[in-house]
């Protein structure tokens, strides 16, 4: 049987967000696709369901059954801190409007009342110190996949005598994602010693996955001027 590999991570290298249709599938087409390094921060937090426990006491007030039952995973939650204002960026995560300048190109964004009705997918890599690099043994990065998220909002911003943080908290994962293997390359399909080979996830993400983690050898997409078309 092979071994596990134990991996640190370092840094955000890149992030990628992908517009999602309500099952959850990436959307084929114009602007469906945003890589970029500016951001500061992502933060990722488990959201679980209390166990329900059961205790009961005999006629003696000694405890004859206990229980403490299981706590469930709900969803899980991301905040990202960004180092300025991404409009396309914005408007995938959190669904406002893009404001567009008289060049044709996205300036700002327009938040409206309503339903919070964003669907996206969050990917984020990192990298991995102390490497020792070879033809047989590429450089790695560390992989962060949520395949399914949905309710990003604009967190608080306070204008003042400092830099402006632009935040977006509150989006959380959903189960039932249609991402399946995804629609990048973003793993090694080639079995060592063989190299090279990029292709998408080896097994499908499936209706209970909220997150997945890998150490991979392909490296991070390069960053794109705004977003970009997905095709099939």
């Given amino acids: 049987m092979p071994g596990e590999i134990v991996w640190s991570s370092v840094r955000g290298k890149r992030m990628r967000v992908t517009r999602l249709d309500e099952c959850g599938a990436p959307v084929i087409g114009a602007c469906s696709t945003v890589v970029s390094s500016g951001f500061i921060s992502v933060q990722y937090s488990q959201e679980l369901q209390d166990a329900q426990e059961i205790s ?34 914005a408007e995938i995560i959190t ?58 909002t604009l967190a608080d911003m306070t204008i003042e005598n400092d830099a402006l943080t632009f ?33 998408p996830l080896l097994t499908p993400i499936g209706p209970t996955d909220h997150m997945h983690i890998d150490r991979v050898t392909i490296a991070p997409p390069a960053v794109t001027d705004g977003c970009v078309a997905l095709t099939a």
């Fill in 167 to 199: 935040t977006v908290s509150n989006a959380r994962t959903k189960g039932g994602s249609g991402w399946d293997v995804g629609p990048y390359d973003v793993v090694e399909t080639a079995v060592p010693p063989a190299t090279s080979t990029p292709g």
């Fill in 56 to 89: 009961v006491l005999n006629a003696n007030s000694e405890l004859c059954i206990e229980d403490p039952g299981n706590s469930q995973l709900k969803w899980i939650t991301a905040e990202m801190a960004f180092c300025g204002v991404d409009p396309d960026i």
């Fill in 95 to 152: 669904g406002a409007d893009k404001v567009v300048n008289s060049a044709s190109k996205s300036s700002g964004i327009r938040v409206q009342s309503g339903l919070v009705l964003s669907q996206f997918a969050l990917e984020v890599w990192t990298d991995i110190p102390n490497q020792v690099c070879s033809t047989t043994d590429p450089k790695a990065y560390g992989y962060f996949l949520l395949p399914f998220v949905t309710q990003g």
